[in-house]
């Protein structure tokens, strides 16, 4: 009931095309669905995060769009470019007794090809 | 704004030795959490730490220990180590406690146990 499970592994994208990115959860005690981009031997930079009283957010080319009853969420990438590629992760938070634990997912290797 | 900070970016220690790793958080962060991210898989919770007391543990074994300090800084102590800690080690740092808030991760200390 923790775990926050991930799609794709790792994907590739023309540039300029829309990348997507799946996350889904069991505990709905989350409340609180941030995604982080990861470049190699960095930390994750937090990207947009959503609560989910709302179905989508977006912040320039990042959109993340939430389905409570599903109890999926996603990242969608417009206009994907070169410098976009990196490793994305998922996350939720919530519901810990005061504790702040992220779950992340298992990560996708984003690749945007020029 | 200086960001997370953490020391030492890289180590190398022998099985059964012992490490410390440090972290800054942002200023005005006092909140400051502790995970391992293991090569190719995203970052797993170890500790939370909110005005120099523990609010959450994860599902690490008594050789992980952890210490936050008046200025809100913190430690992260690992005793006997074993070739499987090698990882990633990442701190975040949070406004509070409690209620999901935006967490800011610190680019992480390279632990390699030979």
């Known amino acids: 009931q923790q775990q926050v499970k991930q799609s794709p592994q790792s994907l590739i994208v023309q540039k300029g095309g829309i990348s997507i990115i799946n996350c889904a959860y069991e505990?709905?005690?989350?409340?609180?669905f941030p995604w982080y981009q990861q470049f190699p031997g960095k930390g994750p930079a937090l990207l947009i995060a959503?609560?989910?009283?709302?179905s989508e957010k977006k912040e320039g080319r990042f959109t993340i769009s939430f389905n409570k009853s599903a109890k999926q969420f996603s990242l969608h990438i417009m206009d994907s470019q070169p410098g976009d590629s990196a490793t994305y992760f998922c996350?939720?938070?919530?519901?810990?007794?005061?504790?702040?634990?992220?779950?992340f997912g298992q990560g996708t290797r984003l690749t945007i090809n020029p | 704004d200086a960001g997370v900070t953490q020391s030492p970016t890289h180590l190398i220690k022998t099985r059964g030795q012992q490490v410390t790793l440090r972290c800054s958080p942002i200023?005005?962060?006092?909140?400051v959490s502790w995970y391992q991210q293991v090569l190719g898989q995203g970052p797993q919770f170890i500790f939370q730490?909110?005005?120099?007391?523990?609010?959450g543990r994860g599902n690490f074994p008594d050789r992980f220990s952890a210490r936050q300090f008046p200025n809100y800084s913190s430690e992260l102590n690992v005793n006997a180590l074993l070739l499987g800690d090698s990882a990633l080690y990442l701190c975040a740092s949070s406004l509070a406690e409690g209620v999901p808030t935006e967490a800011f991760f610190g680019q992480g200390t390279r632990l390699t146990v030979v």
């Open positions: 200023s005005g962060h006092k909140s």
């Open positions: 505990n709905t005690a989350f409340d609180y």
């Open positions: 730490y909110y005005e120099k007391e523990e609010r």
């Open positions: 996350a939720a938070s919530g519901g810990f007794q005061g504790a702040q634990k992220l779950v």
């Open positions: 959503i609560r989910p009283d709302v």
